[in-house]
């Protein structure tokens, strides 16, 4: 990351943000930065807080004081990011409403049960047109929304996007260079943004492609515990590239049934994803496959963690979608059973090798 003694100017004039009606470019006569608050601080919404805080005014929100307590005197994130010191300008809060007051960019790093209520907390306290970035990639469990629809339900008239792609956290934090992609309907906005997150090993790209960009973050976490039950059964590298593969097939077909571009999942925000999620020792979901295969079961899995594995949850939902669109899922629909309907992830491989192997491009069709 950037040294802070080359911390990128961001600046817009005092007491407001990105101007919509100056297409979302940054002023000339700029006199002021601007001000970003990153809801969440776990690990990615922590990572996300120290790439801003280096480049403009950042304040974290955590839940607890203690840990808000951590990054302010110790400029550590002893939870999640031990190893790691945080940019000695990031600024962490318990306080929501202290949090999103005054911001100019609203980025949401909360796990998507909470995802809707944090929202609805802070909403009263937003200001008109402040963009509002998801980090989260998961689904809402009941209505199957996708966070930025969350997030246009909840504050309508917001600018709306998803930062996305392989980015691990530790990663990044140990200076590792990595790419990502800021995916809004409006171009302008995004471009205005790009410069927040950027550093010296971490780019920041743009993308059109909302519906693409998110579902590759959602659906990529399922096939990445498919590729941990394979380590934990003890496969091979061979295993593990079709169940990749594959499972792109599967994401690809999902996704553009709901709307999304078939080249999004080609790119940062869908193989991108996939892959670094589906062979890192970093990974969550692919943690929580790994345990499966080695025969534990999901309760003592989940009791086991202090993060959150969206992949567990989005499984249920995904097949839903799948069901009611008529789309072809195997390997996310073994995972779902393993997940929630007590299938072992052996007996869900020799369900899957037991499937008819047709024509490779069939993959991409509905059934």
């Not at 407001?16 to 006569?29: H, K, L």
């Not at 306290?125 to 339900?153: A, N």
């Amino acid at each position: 990351m950037a040294d802070s003694s080359s911390r990128t100017r961001v600046t817009v004039p005092r007491g407001a943000g990105p101007d919509p009606r100056n297409g979302w470019r940054v002023p000339s006569r700029a006199v002021q930065q601007i001000r970003v608050a990153v809801l969440g601080a776990g690990s990615w919404g922590t990572t996300v807080a120290a790439l801003a805080a280096r480049n403009t005014p950042t304040v974290v929100w955590s839940r607890r004081a203690d840990l808000a307590a951590q990054i302010n005197d110790g400029h550590r994130n002893l939870d999640y990011l031990a190893d790691y010191e945080l940019p000695h300008e990031l600024r962490a809060t318990a306080d929501l409403e202290e949090a999103v007051t005054g911001c100019d960019v609203l980025v949401m790093g909360v796990p998507s049960h909470s995802f809707r209520s944090t929202l609805e907390a802070v909403g009263p306290h937003l200001r008109p047109w402040v963009p509002v970035l998801s980090l989260t990639k998961g689904l809402e469990q009941g209505t199957r929304l996708r966070m930025s629809e969350i997030v246009t339900d909840v504050v309508p008239g917001h600018p709306v996007g998803v930062l996305t792609g392989p980015n691990l956290a530790k990663e990044i934090l140990a200076g590792h260079a990595a790419a990502s992609v800021i995916a809004m309907d409006d171009e302008n906005v995004a471009h205005a943004l790009q410069d927040l997150f950027r550093a010296d090993l971490f780019r920041v790209y743009t993308n059109e492609d909302v519906v693409g960009c998110e579902l590759g973050g959602v659906l990529k976490n399922v096939i990445a515990i498919a590729a941990g039950m394979a380590d934990g059964l003890g496969a091979g590298d061979n295993t593990r590239a079709a169940v990749i593969t594959r499972g792109l097939s599967e994401m690809t077909r999902m996704g553009e049934a709901l709307g999304g571009q078939r080249d999004t999942f080609a790119g940062l925000a869908g193989m991108g994803d996939l892959m670094a999620t589906c062979i890192s020792p970093q990974s969550r979901n692919r943690h929580v496959g790994e345990r499966l295969g080695r025969g534990e079961t999901i309760d003592e899995i989940i009791a086991a963690m202090n993060m959150v594995a969206e992949g567990v949850k989005t499984s249920k939902v995904v097949m839903e979608l799948a069901g009611e669109l008529g789309i072809d899922m195997p390997i996310c629909s073994e995972v779902e059973a393993v997940c929630h309907q007590g299938r072992s992830a052996s007996e869900a491989y020799t369900g899957l090798l037991r499937r008819d192997a047709g024509p490779e491009l069939e993959a991409h069709r509905r059934r």
